[in-house]
């Protein structure tokens, strides 16, 4: 078999490694180069992968010089690197601006200067959606890009401008293809569900946001990553083309978390609802108060911002026919088995709850902030 030059930005990730690990194993020939900032850490060089075909490169794709160097012969690159997803850097407008839409740009233009044929792009439903209207079973057509003032986070508005930049260049000398994946979890994964246990620990994750009819999609990593060979192989002929990327089960979030969250050991979680609108305001709080600690006191983590309230307190769901029938995605993993492997591993890794845990110790100060906030929002 031909040997293939892949890099993947954002490589020593969690995502990254995944599919590093799969490109490695479909093809003995191919070449698989890690662009980071930073090398894997020691539990996952656990993957055993053969080191003369899996490569390290350090890569700030912020530096147009670091990224060039970076994809010397490298023949198809996976663009998979971003910033600002969730908790505090969230807030940090600067950097979100320079890796999303400043490494996408750099990335882009690395690649025409080697004559790279292929980048596929990781992006996300967030691109299209700013929780401002509900979706439900939307297709890729449905979906028109928002105007940069709708948006409610700096992650959402760039890596819109970022996707719409990447499928901008597609053509017969650079083929590109957008896969946006739902959230994403997945045995492992370190930045979602650690933190959402982190909160079950501390007892502040006795409610739920918006009501139990709220339905929203999630991507298993593994799927993520089958559908993110199957874009690679879809090109030239697919070029330029966006999929929206799902394990096709629709759940309500704190349904789909309590799966987890029991399977633990704990069974006091998410035991009632509060409506989006107060959460929305909730959260818009906390930016303020963070805007104010972050500048002269301590730049906190925090526990929740407007688009992190939205993504969970409003429907959105796609339709995947787009990339069953284009690229020949189907869920290889099932939503049921794959939860069975998250429980699994984060039982594993110390996140059951033990018999003297204390899980309610800052109950009362949420209880009141948001009877406090109930009342300000009506008043």
């Not at 750099?106 to 299209?128: D, E, F, G, P, R």
């Not at 719409?164 to 946006?180: A, F, H, N």
């Not at 709220?214 to 002929?237: G, Q």
């Not at 050991?265 to 009632?272: A, I, Q, R, T």
């Amino acid at each position: 078999m031909t040997a293939s030059y892949f890099a993947i930005t954002g490589g020593c990730g969690y995502i990254g490694l995944r599919l590093a690990h799969y490109l490695l194993e479909i093809n003995h020939s191919n070449i698989v180069f890690l662009l980071d900032i930073h090398p894997p850490s020691n539990d996952n060089r656990s993957y055993n992968f053969d080191l003369n075909r899996l490569i390290y490169r350090y890569c700030d794709i912020r530096s147009y010089k670091s990224v060039y160097n970076a994809l010397f012969n490298v023949t198809c690159v996976f663009h998979l690197a971003s910033y600002g997803m969730s908790g505090r850097e969230m807030l940090n407008k600067s950097m979100i601006y320079e890796v999303n839409i400043i490494g996408t740009e750099n990335i882009i233009n690395a690649c025409i200067q080697h004559n790279i044929n292929k980048i596929i792009y990781c992006s996300t439903y967030n691109a299209v959606y700013t929780g401002k209207k509900e979706l439900l079973n939307v297709t890729e057509k449905d979906c028109s890009y928002p105007t940069q003032d709708k948006y409610y986070d700096n992650y959402s508005r760039t890596k819109s401008l970022a996707e719409q930049m990447i499928l901008k260049i597609s053509s017969s000398k650079l083929s590109t293809v957008v896969i946006r994946p739902a959230a994403i979890y997945g045995d492992g994964e370190q930045r979602h569900l650690p933190r959402i246990l982190n909160l079950v620990r501390q007892g502040l994750a006795f409610f739920a946001i918006g009501h139990k009819n709220i339905l929203c999609d999630w991507i298993y990593a593994d799927n993520l990553v089958y559908a993110l060979i199957l874009a690679e192989k879809s090109l030239p002929k697919y070029s330029g083309e966006v999929y929206f990327i799902s394990d096709d089960k629709p759940i309500n979030n704190f349904q789909f978390l309590s799966q987890l969250t029991k399977g633990l050991g704990y069974d006091y979680c998410f035991l009632f609802y509060i409506p989006t609108i107060i959460m929305f305001y909730f959260g818009y709080l906390i930016e303020i108060i963070h805007n104010l600690f972050s500048k002269y006191i301590y730049n906190f983590s925090p526990f929740l911002t407007r688009a992190e309230v939205l993504k969970v307190g409003v429907t959105h769901y796609a339709n995947i026919t787009k990339a069953k029938n284009l690229l020949g995605y189907h869920v290889k993993v099932s939503p049921d088995e794959a939860m069975q492997k998250c429980i699994q591993w984060f039982d594993e890794h110390g996140y059951r709850k033990t018999t003297n845990q204390n899980n309610y110790k800052y109950i009362w100060l949420i209880l009141i902030s948001l009877v406090i906030l109930i009342i300000f929002t009506f008043l």
